[in-house]
T-cell receptor, first 110, second 113 residues
Framework: AQRVTQPEKLLSVFKGAPVELKCNYS??????LFWYVQYSRQRLQLLLR??SRESIKGFTADLNKGETSFHLKKPFAQEEDSAMYYC????????????FGQGTILTVHP | NAGVTQTPKFRILKIGQSMTLQCAQD?????MYWYRQDPGMGLKLIYY???????DKGEVPNGYNVSRSTTEDFPLRLELAAPSQTSVYFC????????????FGDGTRLSIL
């Protein structure tokens, strides 16, 4: 069975500090991994996906198949980054069905 | 362009009542999904559909039913509401490709008392 684990429910940092949100997964095939974000009073939306290998809003995430991890990183956190972050996984033949982690609430203090 | 629209936003039901949560998308997406989110937990898939007339169970389907008569609409039905179904329900849709992002609605907060 596939599983996504986000070990931190809450993460607090100060503005300008680096931030790393951890995500570990278990999946027997080749996974497709995503980070979704929900800002206050907004819809859950895609932040980035590993297949694109892109940086969005200063965030990056690298798929490490050896450690089965997909940690989300940003070198200098901003107050507007405060949100709920979900790591999610899907398999190649699963019709896009997502398995979500429990989520991490990131708070960036001024 | 509304994207994914869910109604209602809030609802309180009594045990044993039934209701339908509505979901509509205007992006011509093939795939649609229903998730529930319990406090402190991630989203769990209830049902999904890969096109009109085709639906299948997700991880937590018990107590729910769905239909997909059109590409746009994907209603979720609760037949006999139970306290365990108190949750926030999210509908999502995507194009026909597993690495395409899912677009979410605002959610429906449902309480069963």
């Amino acid at each position: 069975a596939q599983r996504v684990t986000q070990p931190e429910k809450l993460l607090s940092v100060f503005k300008g500090a680096p931030v790393e949100l951890k995500c570990n997964y278990s999946y027997s095939g080749s996974p497709e991994l995503f980070w979704y974000v929900q800002y206050s009073r907004q819809r859950l939306q895609l932040l980035l996906r590993h297949i694109s290998r892109e940086s969005i809003k200063g965030f990056t995430a690298d798929l490490n198949k050896g450690e089965t991890s997909f940690h989300l990183k940003k070198p200098f956190a901003q107050e507007e980054d405060s949100a709920m972050y979900y790591c999610a996984l899907t398999g190649g033949t699963s019709y896009g069905k997502l398995t979500f982690g429990q989520g991490t609430i990131l708070t960036v203090h001024p | 362009n509304a994207g994914v629209t869910q109604t209602p936003k809030f609802r309180i039901l009594k045990i044993g009542q039934s209701m339908t949560l509505q979901c509509a998308q205007d992006m011509n997406h093939n795939y649609m999904y229903w998730y529930r989110q319990d406090p402190g937990m991630g989203l769990k898939l209830i049902y999904y559909s890969v096109g009109a007339g085709i639906t299948d169970k997700g991880e937590v389907p018990n107590g729910y039913n769905v239909s997909r008569s059109t590409t746009e609409d994907f209603p979720l039905r609760l037949e006999l509401a139970a306290p365990s179904q108190t949750s926030v329900y999210f509908c999502a849709s995507s194009y026909r490709n597993s690495n395409q992002p899912q677009h979410f609605g605002d959610g429906t907060r449902l309480s069963i008392l």
